[in-house]
């Protein structure tokens, strides 16, 4: 009986230890829908890894990116799975801040991820981050106003087409305007926008020898570009619209084509949220047959801080969100429209997810990008619309600001290249870049 | 007519008054709306004032997704402790300086005010791994010390003002009568300074309940307060005004509704000593 009563106790201590070992991974994530679907279905997870649990963070982009950048570069620990973009990937990874994937087992599949969005994530062969969608730009436009113009959308228009479609689309008395792109001034913003268009010009941002190239005539002719189609064609003000801006005007009709986040398909054809939901087209990115088109590539990724202490539990996490079981998972609770998308090339190969209407053109948008390759020449940086050096958020976001300037018109087109290459130059100069 | 010229006057100056105020609240009663009103009602255009569908599918949403009370009472938690941590420390250094005043007093006055002129985020990385280090790092008795020591400064100038105004001779009835030092402070000078007092520790309590760069950047989870709730509603990718709006209306609620009873103390105090 007593002996009873102590393997009893015994084995009571032994569960309440067990319960009281159960690892918590702290997540840092940014609020998006396709993350707030995440957090929602992390029952899934704790259930099939019974001893794990699981808290959010969930916050604004930027607000995300300084926290989680202090705390890895301090190696604060305050996190174990951390969403990154793939900006920051190759910089974290090459500082040694990131805990290498490259051992995740082989039922994960690592070969299905698409070759675009892993090479972005990759550094010297080691896979720092995996994916749990990606995206890149494409352009979205109103069927019923293209056909109303007497027009017929290219799959894959180039810039021309599309300057002289916006003019036959806008009706300034009627609130519609031909094409609402991006102004705001931001390295996240209108730089992103900028730096991809400038790319199918055949501008860059630096030469083999880091020098800046805004003096180039590329550069001169790629802004002109923009901003003569703006001022034909745009909406009011277009330099203070960002991503958010866009697609309220975009989901209230009042913009005939749109180029951004392919991510913006999913919202643009919301019957809940769109007046315009059915009468969306999608189409490549423009280009000037130069061989590079104005899209971006881009992949909130899910990477383990080398801090951590829960390393193998933060695995487990980053295997189970970015796997081809979750994609199903989320297909089968929320609908095929509404799983993470651009990451795996099985998702685009499921006939059922094949009938999502931007599904194709997706996959086509991120193919036809490339990080290590972005421009016409040769360029030592990889990224397509950012450089993957961690002076680019400096130094964009003040680049950002003349070109934002130049749209609403309160400098030249040629001030503004001259401050940006001027600026720019100091910069890294300053760096080190430039000797 | 002089009456009439008078009266006139006083209509035009509370139409004033009311013109200014609903200037100043309108954005309050902007967010309280939207909050009320779906994704794509919170865009429209022309936005819509009182006319639309009315929903609390938001308020759900956000109750959901967070553990809004958590926020709350860690809220609670770091102003209010901050601010009596505060007042502990404040109300000696401001006797001092009111009633013993040295030769470099005013300048220990400004260097103190003068650290307010820092921006936070130069100090944020030393701050950080001092935290780091001690294992402060999302903790609420962290949050209270950096939010003591962040408004310190404002607690001593605005205590410093109003026993300024305690006339001296009191202090020195007080210990003729034989009181210590320190019941001289507690038994005398601090029931006089009740209302300076109040006001600071009201506006202390404001400042650190708004405070947003520290809570955000020294939390994760367990001492997240509500600025911290609020920031996770906002996205640079997708419609969220609507939600955003009815975070923001629940994290202002309590400290608004705190403002609103205690309104006449704070603008007595605030004015305190204004007009001689």
């Known amino acids: ?435 | 007519m002089a009456r009439a010229v008078t009266t006139r006057r006083k209509a035009a100056f509370t139409l004033c008054a009311w013109a200014i105020g609903l200037t100043i609240f309108f954005p309050i009663l902007w967010t309280v709306l939207t909050s009320f009103k779906t994704e794509a009602q919170a865009i429209a255009d022309p936005p819509t004032l009182l006319f639309f569908q009315w929903t609390t599918e938001n308020y759900s949403e956000v109750l959901g997704r967070s553990n809004y009370f958590r926020h709350f009472a860690n809220s609670v938690i770091i102003s209010v402790g901050s601010t009596i941590l505060g007042l502990i420390i404040a109300i000696p250094a401001a006797w001092s300086m009111a009633f013993v005043p040295a030769k470099r007093t005013k300048d220990v006055l400004m260097w103190m005010l003068s650290t307010k002129m820092l921006p936070p985020v130069g100090v944020l990385i030393p701050i950080y791994l001092i935290f780091r280090d001690t294992g402060l790092l999302d903790s609420r008795i962290g949050l209270v010390i950096v939010m003591t020591l962040i408004n310190l400064p404002i607690i001593v100038w605005m205590l410093f003002t109003y026993f300024k105004e305690i006339p001296g001779e009191i202090l020195e009835a007080a210990r003729m009568d034989g009181a210590t030092l320190w019941s001289e402070i507690i038994y005398v000078l601090t029931p006089m300074a009740v209302p300076g007092i109040a006001s600071t520790m009201l506006l202390n309590i404001i400042l650190a309940w708004n405070e947003a760069f520290w809570t955000l950047n020294l939390t994760t989870t367990n001492a997240a307060p509500l600025t911290a709730f609020i920031a996770s509603y906002s996205s640079p990718e997708g419609l969220f005004y609507a939600k955003l709006s009815a975070a923001s209306a629940m994290a202002i609620a309590p400290i608004l509704i705190m403002g609103w009873f205690s309104q006449k103390q704070l603008v007595r105090g605030l004015t305190f000593g204004a007009v001689k």
Request: with cysteine; hydrophobic share 40%; proline share 5%.
């Open chain 1, 1 to 435: 009986m007593t002996f009873k009563s102590l393997m009893l106790g015994a084995c009571s201590v032994l569960a309440m230890a067990g319960v009281a070992s159960a690892e918590t991974l702290t997540i840092a994530t940014v609020n998006n829908g396709d993350m707030i679907r995440m957090q929602k279905l992390t029952d899934d997870f704790t259930a099939k890894n019974p001893g794990i649990e699981v808290e959010w963070v969930t916050l604004e982009e930027n607000v995300l990116r300084q926290k989680v950048t202090t705390d890895v570069a301090t190696k604060g620990g305050q996190y174990d799975v951390m969403t990154i973009g793939t900006y920051e990937v190759p910089i974290w990874g090459q500082k040694g801040w990131l805990v290498s994937l490259n051992d995740l087992p082989a039922s994960y599949d690592v070969d299905d991820i698409l070759p675009a969005i892993r090479g972005g994530l990759t550094v010297d062969g080691e896979l720092y981050a995996a994916p749990f969608y990606g995206e890149s730009s494409m352009v979205m436009y109103r069927t019923d106003l293209m056909e109303k113009a007497g027009l017929e959308m290219p799959e894959a228009p180039s810039w021309q087409f599309v300057r002289d479609a916006a003019k036959a689309m806008t009706d300034k008395d009627a609130g519609v305007y031909g094409v609402c792109l991006r102004g705001k001034a931001g390295w996240g913003e209108n730089v992103a926008f900028l730096t991809a268009t400038a790319n199918s010009f055949g501008a860059k941002w630096f030469d083999m020898d880091w020098k800046p190239q805004f003096d180039s005539a590329e550069w001169k002719e790629a802004l002109t570009f923009y901003i003569e189609m703006m001022n034909e064609s745009g909406p009011p003000g277009a330099s203070s619209n960002g991503f958010n801006e866009n697609l309220s005007l975009t989901q209230t009709g009042k913009c005939g084509m749109w180029i951004d986040a392919t991510v913006a398909a999913s919202f643009v054809t919301n019957p809940k949220d769109s007046t315009v939901a059915d009468k969306m087209g999608f189409a490549l990115a423009p280009d000037t047959g130069l061989g590079k088109r104005g899209n971006w590539l881009w992949a909130w990724s899910l990477a383990i801080p080398a801090g951590t202490q829960k390393e193998a539990a933060a695995k487990k996490f980053v295997e189970w969100a970015t796997s081809k079981e979750y994609l199903a998972l989320v297909a089968e609770k929320e609908g095929w429209a509404n799983v993470p998308p651009g990451t795996r090339a099985s998702l685009y190969a499921n006939p059922e997810y094949a009938k999502v209407p931007f599904a194709k053109m997706t996959l086509d948008s991120i193919n036809s990008a490339d990080p290590t390759n972005p421009t016409v020449d040769k360029v030592p940086y990889v990224g397509v619309q950012f450089v993957a050096i961690p002076e680019f958020q400096g130094i964009a976001t003040a680049v950002g600001q003349q070109f934002s300037a130049a749209l609403a018109g309160t400098t030249s087109i040629d001030d503004a290249l001259a401050n940006a290459q001027r600026l720019t130059t100091r910069a890294m100069t300053k760096a080190g870049y430039i000797k």
